[in-house]
């Protein structure tokens, strides 16, 4: 019975094979949506498959960031955008298709190549993985917290300039950011004519913009003027 | 048991549908995507030699592999969206040129 799959090697082909049909069918669709449902089957797939090399940790962060998170967010820019299919185009290049198969081939045959060197070889002896605490939530966040505290640290500044890229790149037109707590709030400088419409319109000049500020200055005298002419005139009534 | 050039030829082989989906697509969001398959493919390799190896190291860098996957996708989305704000499109062959 050594021909026999064991349930192992089955559970690898189901979900292997999973993967390799959710990925063709990424590639082959013209509508985003769907190539994204189904990258959504890739992580999942490949999910189980990390839960078949007992790493339950890897395997619930591939769902929680991968699945739950990122595929959210590319789900959520699809129906933002209202992304509309591909269009169909003609082939260019078409001649340099035989060239390209033969590239391929060159690359199966390499690749088929060193796995085959790889399985032959003393050097390196993998064991199969057995019953052990490796890919355990603890193991990882010991290495994690100790000797790899350095990267883990730098991932979190990554993560900051990410965030702050994000809001920079996506913030609409050139709108102000909030103001930092206890600095005083500017008033975004528009000026008016006092009638409400802006004092200020698109092919404006220097000119224009210096006779607009004449007109202010003088009307602001006059009005600070008023009241004392007012008062000059009520003594001049009250002596007469 | 599951030899361990299985899972190296399965994490080869979606690899090279994420590079000929990036080559292939000319959808800014898909190419996307397909970037984050050949990611994933290349996670599988890290937890299959990690898990093969008895060596916790290999998981601790799908972790930092996955952080980035986040930041590129924060990142990614938002330059697609400000394209997509200046060329009313998502097709790559109308953003080829750097002006407006």
């Known amino acids: 019975m050594d021909w026999f799959p064991t349930v192992t090697q089955l559970l690898f082909v189901l979900f292997g094979g999973m993967a390799l049909g959710c990925a063709v069918a990424m590639v082959a669709q013209r509508n985003p949506l769907y190539s994204a449902i189904s990258l959504v089957g890739v992580f999942v797939s490949l999910a189980c498959l990390y839960v078949l090399l007992q790493a339950p940790f890897i395997a619930a962060i591939q769902v929680i960031v991968y699945a739950g998170a990122i595929m959210v967010l590319v789900i959520f820019v699809i129906m933002l955008l209202n992304v509309e299919e591909e269009a169909r185009r003609p082939l260019r290049l078409t001649y340099l298709i035989p060239v390209g198969v033969l590239l391929a081939a060159v690359l199966v045959g390499e690749a088929a190549f060193m796995l085959q060197l790889g399985s032959g070889s003393a050097r390196i002896t993998p064991v199969a993985p057995a019953a052990s605490d490796v890919g355990l939530t603890a193991s990882i966040g010991t290495g994690m917290f100790t000797k790899y505290l350095l990267p883990f640290e730098v991932t979190s500044v990554l993560i900051l300039m990410a965030l702050v890229g994000a809001i920079t790149l996506a913030r609409q037109g050139r709108t102000p950011l909030l103001a930092a707590p206890g600095a005083p709030t500017e008033e975004t400088p528009v000026l008016t004519t006092g009638r409400g419409q802006p004092a200020i319109t698109p092919g404006d000049t220097a000119a224009t913009g210096r006779a607009f500020a004449r007109e202010q200055i003088e009307r602001e005298e006059s009005a600070a003027a008023a009241p004392a002419a007012r008062a000059r005139e009520a003594e001049e009534r009250g002596e007469g | ?100």
């Open chain 2, 1 to 100: 048991m599951i030899p361990l050039t299985w899972y190296l030829a399965l994490s080869a082989v979606l690899f090279t549908i994420g590079v000929v989906g990036v080559i292939i697509k000319r959808n800014a969001i898909q190419m996307f995507m397909c970037i984050e398959l050949m990611l994933n493919a290349v996670n599988l390799t890290f937890v299959a030699f990690s898990s093969y190896f008895g060596d916790v190291t290999g998981q601790l860098f799908v972790f930092i592999v996955m952080t980035v996957a986040a930041a590129e996708a924060a990142v990614g989305l938002g330059i697609i969206i400000a394209i997509f704000r200046n060329r009313e499109s998502l097709d790559v062959d109308d953003a080829s040129l750097l002006r407006l």
